[in-house]
């Protein structure tokens, strides 16, 4: 099987668009909810309801993407992108923002699962992981372009200019995601004569793995939404600085780390590029509680970052390699849930504990959590007993 390239590079470049839009939104609609009087915990309950939304149309779209195709579900999710900013501009009081920003989500949840599934149909096995993680630096430009240039429009022009842009954002997207092809099926192939698969015999591992994505996506979902308001309230800073300061923390970082663990985990395995990038995020988050300083703070939430987006193209092949290939997309989509599920819990967390703690407590609780996560990603079989068992004999030396 050869990479459908032409596939791809459309996919990479919708991504980029979705991705700038997703970056943008994710560190500006808090600080906009802010803005229509939300405390910090009303913030974190719009967040939690829209990300439980997302997490329920998150396995959801993987089912669907199976029986449906790709490309289908990334046209409805384009659709729904660009209607959803103009609704904002609509917003007098934080309560409106629930819907809206639950239809913001979505959208992005229609996309990941369908593209995760795509890339897997699109890409051979063998390389899966370098590809899964060279197309993932789509993430990291647009997180590096969408706080930054997000901040400098809210700082200048206002809210509604911000919305007009996620909207301009969003029109490409949509263009683009019609051009995309309907991704084959996969062309490796299971061995035949082999027993049914059943879920049971996965059930182990795919418990780890889902608590690992929860606990994990929890913390870090914590970390990111009381961060914006630590660094306008702690530090005094403007939104254009805040949106520089993602721009590196998150997009940089990602942009750094993706292309270099998809390769890593061809090599080396899913499951020991989990375990190595899990493994000093708990000591980073302590560094939070032992210093105030701006630039420290930046240097630690890259490492964070960084580390974890890491293992994303990992787990991706992780996941979709204990499961037969028919069922890629369901794989997925039980994967997208679990993050889905932890990044809606997270923003509740970490608002309730930034109104009635101290701010070091919620990096105790990303601490402690991300440890446990640690425990997790060990726990975990290694995938190859997985691949080997459904290949046959042949197609194990050759794929």
């Known amino acids: 099987m050869t990479h459908n390239r032409k596939g791809l590079a459309l996919l990479f470049a919708a991504n980029i668009f979705l991705s700038t839009i997703f970056y943008a939104t994710y560190v500006f609609i808090p600080l906009f909810i802010r803005n229509l009087n939300a405390s910090v915990f009303e913030v974190g309950i719009v967040l939690f309801i829209s990300n439980a939304s997302a997490t329920f149309t998150m396995i959801l779209s993987g089912y669907l993407s199976d029986k449906y195709g790709r490309r289908k579900i990334i046209v409805l999710s384009g659709i729904i992108q660009f209607i959803t900013p103009l609704l904002f501009m609509s917003a007098e009081k934080w309560v409106e923002t629930i819907i809206y920003a639950s239809l913001n989500i979505i959208s992005v949840s229609l996309f990941v699962s369908s593209r995760a599934a795509m890339i897997i149909d699109l890409s051979k096995r063998e390389s899966a992981g ?69 879920i049971r015999q996965i059930a182990s591992t795919l418990a780890f793995f889902i608590i690992l994505h929860v606990i994990a996506n929890m913390s870090v979902g914590a970390l990111s939404t009381i961060f914006p308001f630590y660094l306008t309230e702690q530090f005094g800073k403007t939104k254009t600085e805040v949106g520089i300061f993602f721009s590196v923390g998150t997009g940089l970082a990602a942009l750094i780390s993706q292309p270099s663990s998809g390769f890593l985990s061809d090599r080396i395995g899913r499951k020991k590029i989990i375990a190595f990038s899990t493994l000093p995020i708990p000591i980073l988050s302590i560094l939070f509680t032992a210093t105030n300083d701006y630039l420290l703070s930046l240097l630690v939430y890259m490492g964070i970052y960084g580390l974890w987006s890491a293992t994303w193209p990992a787990s991706n092949m992780y996941i979709a390699e204990i499961f037969p290939h028919e069922k890629r997309g369901l794989a997925v989509g039980i994967r997208l849930t679990s993050v889905r599920l932890g990044t809606t819990i997270g923003p509740l967390m970490g608002g309730f504990l930034w109104d009635n703690f101290d701010v070091h407590t919620v990096f105790h609780f990303l601490a402690t959590f991300m440890t446990i996560a640690l425990l997790m990603a060990l726990m975990l079989k290694d995938e190859s007993k997985f691949v080997n068992s459904r290949l046959s004999p042949k197609l194990r030396k050759t794929d």
């Open 130 to 198: 370098e590809v899964f993680g060279l197309m993932n630096t789509a993430w990291p430009i647009g997180g590096l372009i969408g706080p930054f240039v997000g901040g400098l429009v809210v700082d200048k022009y206002g809210w509604n200019f911000f919305f007009y842009f996620i909207c301009a954002l969003a029109t490409p997207y949509l263009l683009i995601s019609l051009f995309l092809p309907e991704s084959a099926k996969r062309l490796y192939k299971a061995e035949t004569g082999k027993a049914q698969f059943s």
